[in-house]
């Protein structure tokens, strides 16, 4: 009865609609338990910007004020926000947070603002890309300021604005991040780097694309102390040498991936290091390493027998006579055999390819 004085007093009936039932069988995918909801919803005085209407807004209250009088059973609260996000007319398997919604969900009642500030500080992923067309840095600082179980983090699209003032907090109180990309964000110092090393030993993926600031003393420093790495992207890490990427690979044999791309400073003697000490090894690009030559190929072709893909192109000292090998294995190249690059050129010339009897 005290239930229902409640509900009357906050004019919801017994029955929610058809769609807030559907989300009701969504929070039920989701089981779980947790405490009931504490504080009174209140109704916003007009509508709410977005696609989030104060129709909807009452809908969704009426399904919290059916879980805080016990009528339902309480999932956990970071589920109740999952489901509750989700169309009614997708599965559980579409369940994704889209930031605007999210974000407009604060303003329905305290109960939601409660919730959202709930999920934002448990939720594993954080993807800016996700968020159109872009998040701006005072609502990233806002909306990662508690959170302190991060396990995956990608923030390629605040390149524009990122700096060591904004990520530092976020990586010092993360210490379960696994997956790290900053690929392009430039205003960044190796500072950044020697935090991540510091502050994230279980570090297994880590993108530095076109990181220009990347150091050889930041490297060693990530070497030393995250030796669980199996993919490391330093594609445009210009400041890097051999002696650089050496130091990694012996620390870090456990390496699957790695690019070295667009770097001219990276020849034999990284090639063939990290051949030697990375059995593991499928993927490599060396996309534009110009002092990269046969020798190196062929002492990764003897010592990685994993390897699945290898990128040369533009590595004009590389010839056919090392990557045969390679792809007798059925590893994947970039670059086309001698025969197959000159009838594509010729195609390119005349506009059709003669025909030709491959097998003589």
Known sequence: MQGMSLLSSVQVTMRPPACAL???????????????????????SQDISGHWDNRKARELTSVLCLFKVG?????????IIMALLVDHEAGPDSVAPIWQQLLSLQRVSKSFQSLIQLYLANMRRFDSSQ????IPRAAFVNLLKDNKVLQQLALQNCSDWLTDCELLPVIEQNHHL??????????????????ISLSCPNLRQLSLAQCDWVDSLALRSLAD?????????LTACRQLKDEAICYLVQK???????????????????????AKCCPELEHLDLTGCLRVKNDSIRVLAEYCPKLRSLKVKHCHNVAESSL????????????????????????????FAPFINLQI
């Open 22 to 44: 559907m989300r009701l069988s969504l929070v039920s995918h989701y089981c779980g338990s947790a405490q009931g909801l504490t504080q009174e919803p209140c109704f916003p």
């Open 71 to 79: 009528v339902l059973g309480v999932p956990q609260p970071c589920a």
């Open 131 to 134: 968020i159109r067309p872009g």
């Open 178 to 195: 696994h997956q790290i990309q900053l690929k392009g964000c430039v205003q960044l110092s190796r500072h950044a780097l020697v935090t």
């Open 225 to 233: 102390h995250c030796k669980a790495l199996e993919a490391v992207d």
């Open 252 to 274: 870090c044999s456990r390496l699957k991936s790695l690019s070295l791309a667009v770097n001219a400073n990276v020849g034999d003697v990284a090639v063939e290091e990290t």
């Open 324 to 351: 045969s090998v390679l792809r007798s294995r059925g590893v994947e190249l970039d670059v086309e055999p001698p025969l197959q690059r000159a009838l594509v050129l010729l195609q390119d010339v005349v506009g």
